[in-house]
């Protein structure tokens, strides 16, 4: 009887609602979660901003992906395995970092965070792979919906809920490590309903017959280049670029180094470094013969602009990345916002906001089509950036508020009535719905993308480079809030959105093309 259950339609996609949410919840506790930590503790927000590079593995898991395509964790069966095994680990790096002390473990607490992001990317690489396993061609489209709103709901919890948790005013006045403890027993549970409750995948689909002793030389070739590639930054690209920016940072009265110098140091070294290790790595695996991930990759390329398209994929939210990048500490010190505040209205209510424009650009692709949806929708996301240049501009309570009198509902309460900011509330709307909107149409142009053989692969591939605006940019933006200050930094953030329309205007002809071959495919199946 439960089997049958199990097997069921609207099983499957309950599972897909709550492996979704599984997804979205480590991503703020690395991310704003994380950056609210930090601020908190009194860390600089230039360090802060480099703090947004423990997100690195989100942009590299495609070269892992194969491993966790070609191979199995015994007695768990295709899927399953991995996904404990990542949820579990998740939960236990969870509870290892809230053992530390961002002011005086900094370093530590960073590599503990990257952990967890790595493991996060694992994780993500399975359900990406489930999902496509186990949803019939008649479920994908609700699949995909409830994937997304378990995901956002997540990010309710981990991010919005959590900083009402952590609020000593108006919220409960838990502290963040004691909230990461918290988000670990939550992955405990998601770990057990995997174990326990999750339908297994069609017995034809087993693990590709590519040469298994390849794939882990070429693997260990990967993470020997990677090394290397390593020692290079460290060694010679660091004190290269500091030889070189020296002279544009004189040292300060008394002879002390400029602050400055040693941030725009690490940040060109680690471009350095990026551009020696990844043509490294390409040429290990290659030597090495890393047979699922070349096959996946050149079937990829061998299609009609590809790499224009990965251009595309990083451009095209690269302004909502910088505007995002530092959007926690803006609202926190650089406004004045209370964590209660930013946890209802950014969190809370923007990530409902986000579900909703999901859903609205979702409807409206449906008579835009792919190319008009990408180009209006990115439009407005430009546009959503001006919201936060007016509240840098025109400062908390300048548009009024109104009171959101006090709550207890389940797993939030507000102790006290906290005052809501008009403007802010208008800033995040903005975002959030456009931000939604562009999301639907790019998550549609990805699997638009990917080829049905290689899925699990190629959809790893891009969306890891679709993270690296979100992952790269801190570095800079911390930099540029400092020598720009809050209001050209988002005037920046907006500019920085043109790039990504003026490729997709170029590959206009392309994208079109794709629209074709997929409701092809749609009808066949």
Do not use: H
């Amino acid at each position: 009887m439960f089997n049958s259950v199990k097997n069921s339609s609207t099983w499957r996609l309950i599972i897909i609602l709550i492996l979704g949410f599984a997804s979205g919840l480590p991503l703020a506790l690395t991310g704003q979660s994380l950056q609210a930590w930090l601020t908190l503790d009194n860390i600089d927000m230039a360090t802060i901003g480099f703090f947004s590079l423990v997100g690195l593995p989100y942009t590299f898991k495609f070269l892992w992906a194969p491993l966790m395509d070609r191979f199995e964790i015994p007695f768990f069966g295709r899927r399953r395995g991995w996904l404990v095994v990542t949820q579990l680990s998740i939960a236990a790096a969870l509870m290892l970092i809230s053992e530390f002390s961002p002011s005086t473990q900094t370093q530590s607490l960073a590599l503990i965070a990257t952990l967890i992001a790595f493991l996060s990317a694992s994780q993500d690489i399975v359900i990406d792979a489930y999902r496509t396993d186990i949803l019939l061609p008649s479920e994908r489209g609700m699949g995909s919906s409830l994937s997304v709103f378990g995901y956002r709901l997540a990010m309710i919890v981990s991010g919005g809920i959590a900083f009402v948790w952590a609020d000593a005013v108006t919220g409960n006045g838990w502290s963040w490590p004691f909230i990461y403890k918290v988000m670990a027993g939550i992955m405990v549970t998601c770990a057990a309903i995997t174990l326990l409750f999750l339908p297994s995948v069609p017995k034809e689909n087993v693990a590709p017959t590519t040469n298994a002793k390849n794939d882990l030389i070429g693997f260990a070739a990967l993470v020997a280049a990677v090394f290397v590639g390593y020692q290079f930054t460290n060694r010679l690209a660091q004190p290269f670029s500091e030889s070189i920016l020296s002279g544009f940072f004189p040292p300060l009265e008394g002879g002390t180094a400029d602050p400055a110098l040693k941030k725009w140091t690490d940040m060109v070294s680690l471009l350095l470094g990026i551009g020696f290790t990844v043509p490294l790595a390409w040429w290990a695996s290659k030597k090495a013969k890393f047979e699922t991930l070349n096959v996946s990759l050149a079937n990829y390329f061998s299609m009609k602009g590809a790499a224009s398209f990965l251009a595309l994929i990083i451009l095209y939210k690269l302004g909502d990345a910088f505007a995002g990048s530092l959007l926690t500490p803006f609202l926190l010190k650089g406004v004045g916002y209370a964590q209660a505040e930013i946890g209802v209205v950014n969190k809370v209510i923007g990530m409902w906001l986000t579900i909703f424009g999901a859903i609205f650009g979702g409807v409206l692709m449906m008579r835009l089509g792919l190319y008009r949806s990408l180009f209006t929708f990115g439009i407005l996301q430009l546009l959503s950036n001006l919201g936060f240049w007016m509240v840098a501009v025109l400062g908390k309570g300048y548009w009024g508020g109104f009171t959101l009198p006090a709550f207890d509902i389940l797993i939030v309460s507000l102790k006290e009535a906290s005052t809501v900011d008009w403007l802010l509330l208008f800033a995040v709307g903005l975002e959030n719905i456009t931000g939604g909107m562009g999301t639907a149409a790019f998550v549609a142009f990805l699997m638009a993308l990917c080829n049905q053989k290689f899925t699990a692969t190629q959809y790893a591939l891009l969306s890891a480079f679709s993270a690296v605006g979100r992952v790269w940019v801190g570095p800079l933006a911390g930099i540029l809030t400092v020598s720009l200050g809050w209001p050209n930094f988002f005037i920046f953030s907006t500019v920085m959105a043109v790039p990504g329309l003026v490729m997709l205007f170029k590959l206009k002809d392309v994208i079109q093309a794709l629209e074709a071959p997929k409701n092809i495919s749609l009808a066949d199946d």
